[in-house]
């Protein structure tokens, strides 16, 4: 089962836009799914990913989906759809070769490979 609300919330955080601490009014879909198990909140998940990809596409939005954190309500995947803007609120980092996307919080970089230098010549004093 997948319910869903749309609501207008309301933020009083302390968050500077051009120099002015703001609050927020906006409007916001919440959607939950009670699964059963983890195949159907994958299922779930997919269904939400693909509605969001259609209406963004219908609408010409040009958007980029990015890895996110999952914030206070957790959760073992995040994702966000951001409109790609010269300004604005977020930052994300993308490589163009691997299709990797992810907010500046999510942002993963793994460790890379130890270089063996056993082969190295012996420190001289």
Known sequence: ????????????????????LRGREF????SYSFDLDDNGLETAYGLHREAYRRIFDRLGVKYVIVAATSGAM?????????????VGEDTF???VES???A???????????PIPFDDAPAAQV
């Not at 409007?27 to 919440?30: G, Q």
């Not at 957790?74 to 010269?86: I, N, R, W």
């Not at 907010?103 to 490979?113: G, L």
């Open 1 to 20: 089962m997948i319910l869903y609300q749309v609501q207008t919330k309301y933020r009083d955080e302390e968050r500077p836009r051009a120099g002015i």
């Open 27 to 30: 409007v916001m879909k919440d």
């Open 74 to 86: 957790g959760g073992s995947a995040s994702e966000e759809f951001l409109a790609e803007s010269a």
């Open 93 to 95: 980092v993308r490589c």
């Open 99 to 101: 299709g990797y996307a």
């Open 103 to 113: 907010n500046v919080e999510a942002v993963v970089t793994p460790a890379p490979e």
